[in-house]
């Protein structure tokens, strides 16, 4: 009976200890207050051995003591288990941490203010920073790699065009109203600007070679209040190319103070995507003039299903590679895609509230293709999408795969808030990111892959996203 019962105490003694160990290496990492409560009970539970005897009194009281100690054993497993459960939710919610990083560039508050209303952002060969200034229908140019100021863009003969001259005296005069969404696009191997303009109804081309001139517009008759666009390519042939151009168009209604402010109902959401044929063609004899038409080809907004409706829609993306035409929907704040070829919605939603939800809008949006040619972003299948939540104390960036939509975390800036238009040059690597209406600021790409995504998985990992990513 004897041995029996110094076996039982041997292995209840060996098996506390180890566990004793065990917490105690985890309180030297985490040095948390419960594994500190842990150690202390296991060390006062050991201190309380007992001696053994042959009495029957103490035998008996051995035998209780045991039990008592078993009991106790249970409950500090529990705790273990409960412990470890509380490790992995801290775990999951260090991924949801917003992680702050240091901008790289600011651009000058003197040049740009909140009155001039910049929005949209593109980047011209790696030179110029290009934002559009809905309140003064202009574009500022900066310099892409430190942000410093180049010069302005008037877009429009206005009332208070006299002003704009005294202040800029390399200017250009053209008719476009309120500049809202920009994309930059090479037909011919050339590049031109293309530009949505929310008051003038219709799209701008302008050859950004030939000093900004204004060269194409059309939809006119089509678009209500067009906010951005994209477009690709669907056949070249000689001296033609045509393109397909999707975009936005969030027409509302008035509401009672008769401002344009009001949602439509369902049933008028159907009209939410234009999609237009463009078709380019260059005259031999002319030093290689290119000529437009387009045409109206169809309307996408699937109003059949709840999830696809688009209620207030701005910021469109085209993915080639993985067949998705990516929407924002800033009432219902998500992501919605529909399939690129077919136009149908595919069932698919981003920032809903399975791995993220979107709290403030979601405003610009991009692909990071872990790749140094943006021409290619959308034709290989590496990298992100690279989210911008508008909110007015900083704007968050979250960060989403691009092959199965799995969100991997999140990051705010020290200064940048309440983001519309967002930019890349991974052949720079730079992002950058408008600031509160005003002014355009800018991260260090390699600082967020380093700093951001790789905080949230393993390299391994990372190398089957973005196989060909220099570290």
Not at 19 to 47: C, D, E, M, V
């Amino acid at each position: 009976m004897k041995t029996i019962q110094l076996i039982a105490l041997l292995s209840l003694s060996i098996l506390v200890v180890s566990i004793a160990f065990f917490y105690q290496q985890q309180q030297t990492k985490q040095g948390g207050p419960q594994h500190a409560n842990f150690i202390n009970t296991l060390r006062s539970f050991l201190l309380s051995s007992p001696t053994t005897s042959t009495s029957k009194s103490t035998t008996s009281t051995v035998k209780d003591d045991n039990d008592h100690k078993k009991g106790l054993i249970n409950t500090l497993l529990e705790d273990k288990v409960r412990i470890e459960s509380k490790e992995e939710e801290d775990i999951e919610k260090q991924k949801e941490k917003d992680y702050l990083l240091n901008e790289h560039f600011l651009t000058d508050t003197e040049i740009s203010s909140h009155k001039d209303n910049v929005d949209s952002l593109i980047i011209y060969k790696h030179n110029w920073l290009i934002a559009t200034a809905k309140g003064k229908n202009a574009l500022l140019i900066f310099d892409a790699k430190d942000g410093s100021y180049l010069f302005t863009k008037y877009l429009q003969s206005s009332v208070n065009i006299t002003n704009q001259l005294n202040l800029q005296k390399n200017h250009t005069l053209m008719e476009i109203t309120r500049p809202n969404g920009i994309s930059i696009y090479k037909i011919f191997n050339k590049d031109y600007i293309f530009i949505t303009e929310r008051d003038g109804h219709q799209i701008s081309i302008m050859d950004i070679r030939n000093d900004f001139k204004v060269i194409y517009q059309f939809a006119k008759k089509d678009l209500i209040r067009p906010y951005a666009l994209d477009l690709y390519t669907l056949k070249k042939e000689g001296n033609e190319e045509k393109m397909i151009v999707f975009v936005t168009d969030n027409y509302m209604e008035r509401d009672e103070r008769g401002k344009l402010k009001k949602t439509p109902p369902i049933d008028k959401l159907d009209k939410r995507i234009k999609v237009f044929e463009l078709i380019a063609n260059k005259k031999e004899d002319n030093e290689g003039e290119v000529v437009f038409q387009s045409k109206l080809l169809k309307t996408i907004g699937d109003v059949s299903k709840r999830e696809a409706i688009l209620h207030v829609v701005e910021t469109v993306i085209i993915d080639e590679a993985y067949d998705r035409l990516l929407i924002a929907d800033e009432e219902v704040k998500n992501i919605k895609i529909y399939n690129f070829t077919t136009h149908e919605f595919n069932g698919q939603l981003i920032g809903d509230g399975k791995d993220f939800q979107f709290i403030g809008e979601p405003e610009g949006f991009l692909i990071f293709s872990c790749q140094t040619k943006i021409e290619e972003s959308r034709k290989v299948k590496s990298g992100f999408y690279i989210f911008s939540e508008q909110l007015v104390e900083k704007t968050k960036f979250h960060i989403v795969r691009r092959d199965n939509l799995k969100y991997v975390t999140s990051f705010v800036g020290n200064t940048i808030s309440k983001t519309d238009g967002v930019g890349i040059d991974e052949y720079l690597d730079l992002f950058y990111a408008v600031h509160n209406d005003s002014i355009v600021g800018s991260f260090k790409l390699k600082e967020i892959v380093n700093n951001v995504i790789l905080k949230n998985m393993n390299l391994s990992e990372f190398r089957t996203i973005c196989p060909n990513y220099n570290l």
